[in-house]
């Protein structure tokens, strides 16, 4: 008898650390063995910046590679973020009215990651964002940025204002119009896709 109790002792108690493991190593992982390499690649902002509320000036409209081709001919010039119906957005936001050469390698990146998300390329827009003037993208390499809204707004707008610098450079855009992840210089076109397949695989809107 006792040793039928010893037993299924040793059963409960089997069974309550096969069950409490997976809880107390994560636990353990998260607040003290901390993983030295972040999964995301791009620079995460907490909070997200929120993105949609101040007024932009549309400068041109995508004719190919965008979901919003269909509708974009009937919609009137577009003022905010929230006209473009709650997409993931790759944006390149710019300090100047001029497209460098950095600027067009940034934009080449952003279309190359929309097409590497297959068929989910039509939950993404892309997007240049200048602080002044009109767009100088030489209309000979339009082409090469098929898919690509063009805007200006005003750098005293909020949140620009703060800290104008600090915006200048490639952003993932979210479907609630906040900006969560910001990329270097010269970013890896197939880190910056990982990251956005991820959001795009765990999001359930956009």
């Not at 059963?11 to 901390?34: D, E, G, N, R």
């Not at 000979?140 to 707004?153: A, H, I, P, V, Y």
């Not at 204002?161 to 910001?182: C, Y």
Request: hydrophobic residues 40%; charged residues 25%; proline residues 6%.
């Amino acid at each position: 008898m006792l040793k039928n109790q010893t037993k299924k002792n040793l059963i409960f108690w089997l069974i309550v650390t096969v069950c409490a493991a997976p809880v107390v190593l994560a636990t353990l992982t998260y607040y003290v063995f901390k993983p030295s390499k972040l999964v995301n690649y791009g620079e995460l902002v907490q909070p997200p910046i929120r993105f949609n509320t101040f007024t932009i000036e549309e400068i041109s409209r995508p004719t190919t590679e965008s979901a919003l081709i269909d509708t974009s001919a009937s919609i009137g010039p577009i003022t905010s973020l929230e006209a473009l119906k709650g997409r993931w957005i790759l944006a390149y936001i710019a300090q100047g009215d001029n497209c460098a050469e950095e600027c067009k390698d940034h934009l080449y990146l952003t279309r190359q990651v929309r097409l590497m998300t297959g068929k989910n390329r039509f939950r993404v827009e892309r997007m240049w964002i200048t602080f002044q003037g009109d767009s100088s993208i030489p209309y000979s390499d339009r082409g090469e940025f098929d898919g690509l809204w063009t805007f200006k707004t005003d750098i005293n707008q909020i949140p620009f204002n703060d800290e104008p610098n600090f915006f200048v450079g490639l952003w993932i855009v979210d479907p609630l119009g906040r900006l969560i992840m910001k990329y270097p210089i010269g970013a890896d076109p197939k880190k910056v896709y990982k990251d956005l397949s991820r959001l795009l695989k765990a999001s359930r809107i956009g």
